[in-house]
């Protein structure tokens, strides 16, 4: 989702930026994921943005979506293009690093650094393939709070997620209720729909049977980089909408003036869609992404926390929250934030809820846009000040 | 702050107990939740349509849920506010007796305001032109106007006389929209008043009840 990646007009960065990397849970204390298997050691790869303060509470934790990575702002060395969230993310932006303490850790089962089904097993010198052990969003979550522990922080200032991202950021405010005082939970959900589901079972099966996937076999030979291409192909139909394919392609043909009548790429549309599988091929694992759209369908936020309720799952968080939802997401569509505002009013949390008009379906999030930006800015400021906030300061244990 | 908000909303801030848990109905801006958070530490929490209008609240750090207020409503529990602010939106609401009634099914007391259509000018303008009236007030012609109720202050009392309510406090006053003063009118108000803003609570016996 980085084809939005771009330098911000206004020249604003966090500049020169580090990945870091933080390895945890040594043999013998792996850690026990949902799933009852053991898993260690896991490294994270993680950047930290502006500085934590004498009171370590201004720490940000953003988590990243499906292909993200720990790369949200600001110049690797010697490279021209910033991180995935450059317009959001900066000195004076919507998470303002002059303020906060900007923290991204790049989630388990993926491949951007962390550890994944492309890390070598310590038990066999080779890549673990398929048996590297199926992880949940609540594993990443867990994860992510050792690194949280090790860099200092007691409670989070704010989690910020969009999409998978909003699942852990959800994850964590009902997971760790006396570690958050807010999450902002941008075009998420608190469980997959059918839709959702179908599409990324599609998208795994095009890897599958791939004859070079070979059961996940294939770090020494020829990677299933057809299979990977298709499932990214069917991603990004699922990230734009029928306005914004309508506004970006029509049915404007690519490099002709008339059908070619082959089967060659005729129409603009295609041709993008071919360039967004091919480039994410290079970039990314194709078991990773196999592991992570499985955490994704799994994660039912009622079913882990509520007992079948999500107003009982809701009735344990302590944070203050903003949702924001895009009117043409029809990946998660507007009625699955109402939802979960549903649930978060019964018990009578603190909550904000914008469904912003965009034409951009589920990419919407990712897109530079001022209105989403202020939002994220003024509620981010405000948190700390608010009376009830401060209760759960001192109920909290 | 205090000399920035419109005079029908000063007259609802000093209605309002200090720390008490407030939800605003078509909030707007949330001008006066953010005075009512600031000044009186509510909790306060508002319900808005318009998109640019509640990222202009959430900005100023105020709860807003966007959403239509008739729905929205419905999601809260019992007794979840001291007080529920309908402030001039009653005439835009397609059912006000089920939304009253849900005000004082999730409050103790509700607010309610809205501009009296049997203002004098209002009347004169109908007997003399034969239009339908166009005023500051109610600014607009009978083809565009979100307003579909026609309310006077006779009319809401005999409302909520009838409806088993309580009436607990009436202010009518006399002030253009957009006013930071105005004058409170005590002679002839469903005459002389441009606005009515009524403090109204459930009836008597019914203060335990889940419903009024």
Redo the contacts between chains.
Sequence with gaps: MSEYTQSDPTQRTVGIVEKRFFTFAHPPNEMVLESGARLGPITLAYETYGSLNADADNAVLICHALSGDSHVAGYYPGQSIPGWWESMVGPGKGIDTDRYFVICSNIIGSCMGSTGPSSIDPQTGAPYGLSFPVVTIGDMVCAQAALIDHLGIERLHAVVGGSIGGMQALEWSIRYPERVASAVLLATTMRHSALAIAFNEVARQAIMIDPNWNEGRYYSGQKPGLGLAVARMIGHITYLSDRSMRLKFGRRLQDKNDFSFQFDTDFQVESYLHHQGRKFVDRFDANSFLYITKAADYYDLEKLHGDGSSVKAFSKSRA?Y?LVSFSSDWLYPTYQS?DM??AM??N?L????????ADWGHDAFLIPND?LS??I???L??IP????QEDDDISSP | MTTSLRHDLQIIASWITPGSRVLDLGCGEADLLHYLIRHKQVQGSGIERDESKVIAGIQKGVPILQGDLNQEIVDYPDNSFDFVILSQTLQQVYDPATLIQSMLRIAEKGIVSFPNFSHWRIRLQLLLSGYAPVTRQLPYQWYDTPNIRVITILDFRKFIRNAGLRMLQEVAIDTQDENRFGKVVTFLPNLRATYGIFLIGRGKGSDREKSV
Excluded: D, S, T, W
């Design positions: 203050a903003l109402k505002v549903k009013k019964k009578g603190n909550i904000r809820f914008c469904e912003i008009e209105r202020c939002m800015r003024g509620f400021e405000r000040n608010h009376p009830e």
